[in-house]
């Protein structure tokens, strides 16, 4: 039995022997052969032929991104500058060398027109911009010993992604773009991301970005809608930004609230206080429009801004209800001074007040007299005192030490009357401005008119200033906290699970 495995076991370290050497034969080999000498041999006409496919079998080609840099014009906009390298390696059996390891990869940057190249192209919406120019910043060729291709690409597009407006600045703009083969079908070239079942999209060392925010990304299969062309292969990209959501915070929102506010301390100003709650409520409303109108000339003119359209609307609305709010009251207080609301008995009787006030009283024959001293008027004719003031006698009704003779007033139903002393019969000057005074000084006198005739306008006017300090603040404050809930965190959830749902990393056409 012995004798009869030995030679088995003899033609098996044979064929293990001769089978390597066989296919190392088939491998050329170059001793100290130069770049250019091995890649001028591994091209030649006959022995290569770039137009064809470097195997029979479906052609794989693995692709990866490494992201340099990304930028935006401005805040607002919607257009994004992406550059990137775009990596694309596969397996050509026609390159495949022997050199003894002299070298490690073999540089054909030079000889790319006589290699096969995957016929690479881009969906996207935007504009696209190839590095046609050859150098070691825009393109890298090399070729491996065992015949795998590293062909890079420095592409630079301008992508118009797609945002929210509804819900603008806390949207998240989402951007698009897919990698496909221009030629070959699904059947002939397929390319697949690398690593497979990791993200293949890298931010490089010296990645720097310029008003775009890359929040995260996903790469996968074309579905369906991605791509037109089914039959072929397709890579896509997708891309989501977020905004800075701090500067709209500083310029727009903070800014507004400001403003609002400041429209709400005319409550804390008297009534009366005319020019200030005017230049308060004018200037928070001028400087409110000039603020909006210079921050939407760099926003797109659109029809579907929800969210700046409610809150630039809803702070217009407090600032001009605030002005409003000011035109009432004041109206309410004037209304005091020019039309008074009487009290039942003053109405009925609209010359009591005054002459009680005046201290005369109508006898049974239909004469005047005045109270304190007894004396009896003639018809048509009233006795005005001087007014009680401080250091005044209320008994005589001429202040004490102010005049040697009681001066008396009288003024006859038709008007002013002739005013008379006991010592003449006409007033010294001094005697008579004394007298205008003392008529002016009564006239002024407040509690000649009764306090209930305009408390009720007074009680009102006041009432609204007391209430809107409370309820303006309240009302904005609620207004603004719901307005931040629900654009700025509950709008953008509901659009992350929809980007979740309609894009699945790896989902196959």
């Not at 064809?52 to 935006?72: G, H, K, W």
């Not at 006795?383 to 009680?388: F, I, K, N």
Request: aromatic content about 12%; glycine content about 4%.
């Amino acid at each position: 039995m012995a004798t009869i495995l030995s030679p088995s076991i003899g033609i098996l370290s044979l064929i293990m022997i001769i089978i390597p050497r066989t296919i190392a034969s088939m491998i050329p080999r170059y001793q100290n052969f130069t770049e250019k000498q091995i890649l001028d041999d591994l091209t030649a006409p006959p022995k290569y032929d770039q137009y064809v496919l470097p195997t029979e079998a479906t052609m794989t080609v693995n692709v990866s991104v490494l992201m340099l840099s990304m930028s935006s014009p401005d805040e607002s906009s919607l257009k994004y500058e992406i550059e990137f390298l775009l990596f694309q390696d596969w397996i050509d059996h026609r390159l495949r060398y022997d050199d003894d390891g002299h070298h490690r990869y073999l540089n054909a940057l030079r000889h790319r027109e006589h290699l096969w190249r995957p016929d690479t192209y881009f969906i996207l919406h935007g504009e696209f911009k190839t590095h046609n120019e050859a150098g070691p910043i825009n393109m890298a060729f090399k070729v491996y010993p065992n015949g795998t291709v590293l062909y890079i690409t420095r592409q630079k597009m301008i992508i118009t992604c797609e945002g929210d407006l509804n819900i603008f600045p806390f949207d998240n703009p989402r951007c698009f773009f897919a990698v496909e083969s221009m030629s070959y079908e699904a059947y002939q070239l397929e390319f697949r991301w690398k690593p497979e079942h990791e993200i293949p999209i890298f931010n490089s060392n010296s990645f720097r970005s310029l008003n775009a925010y890359l929040s995260k990304n996903a790469a996968g299969r074309c579905r369906i809608h991605h791509s037109w062309r089914s039959e072929f292969s397709c890579l896509s990209v997708y891309l989501i930004f977020t905004r800075d959501k701090l500067f709209y915070l500083t310029t727009v929102f903070v800014p507004g609230m400001v403003l609002v506010t400041s429209s709400f301390i005319s409550f804390w100003l008297d009534v009366n206080a005319v020019p200030a709650r005017v230049m308060i409520g004018v200037t928070t409303m001028l400087n409110f429009c000039t603020t909006t109108n210079s921050f939407r000339s760099s926003l797109p003119v659109v029809s579907n801004l929800t969210a700046m359209n409610l809150w630039d609307g809803v702070c217009m609305f407090f600032i001009y209800a605030s002005m409003i709010e000011f035109i009432v009251v004041n109206y309410l207080h004037r209304k005091i001074h020019q039309n008074p609301l009487r009290t039942t008995d003053s109405a009925e009787r609209p010359g009591e007040t005054f002459r009680a006030a005046l201290g005369t009283q109508i006898s049974s024959n239909g004469r005047k007299v005045d109270p304190t001293s007894q004396e009896v008027l003639a018809p048509g004719e009233f006795e005005v005192r001087a007014p009680l003031v401080s250091g005044e006698d209320p008994s005589s009704g001429i202040p004490l030490g102010s005049a040697r003779h009681g001066l008396h007033h009288r003024a006859s139903a038709g008007g002013i009357g002739r005013c008379r002393s006991p010592g003449s019969s006409t007033l010294p000057t001094d005697e008579r401005i004394r007298a205008a005074a003392s008529v002016f000084a009564w006239l002024r006198r407040p509690h000649l008119w009764d306090t209930a005739e305009f408390s009720s306008y007074a009680r009102l006017a006041r009432s609204i200033d007391h209430i809107s300090k409370f309820v303006f603040p309240l009302l904005f404050g609620v207004f603004s906290l719901s307005f931040f809930i629900y654009f700025a965190w509950f709008s953008p959830s509901k659009l992350d699970n929809w980007a979740h749902l309609e894009y699945h990393p790896y989902d196959i056409v």
